[in-house]
């Protein structure tokens, strides 16, 4: 199987394991959205929490050149532990909330 194909089915795996997770406060759902011929997949959670309306991303991951860009990841223990543990190579993870001159310190792939 394709590196790009194995990847997007395992992003959209996780998210949905992600969105099947009910937050703990509020009238909140998550909901994924998955764009394969871009790359591009998101987690946001919308609803309200007491009288508050709440619509974010909590996680927005990309496939490009068979890397995964993690450009958000507002998760409690990361997604990018996740995808390692899933059996992605730290080398084709790429924080990409991280500033360029600080990725090669962060023990995944800078670019």
Known sequence: ??????????IKDLLLQHAAIKPAYGQIDSRVAFDDKYGNYVLI?????????????IIHLEVVNDKIWIHYDGTEDGIATELVEAGVPKNDIILGFHHPKERPYTGF???
């Open 1 to 10: 199987m394709d590196t790009s194909l194995k990847y997007q089915t395992l």
């Open 45 to 57: 959670d919308v609803g309200w929490h007491d009288k508050k309306y709440v619509h974010g991303s």
């Open 109 to 111: 792939a800078v670019a």
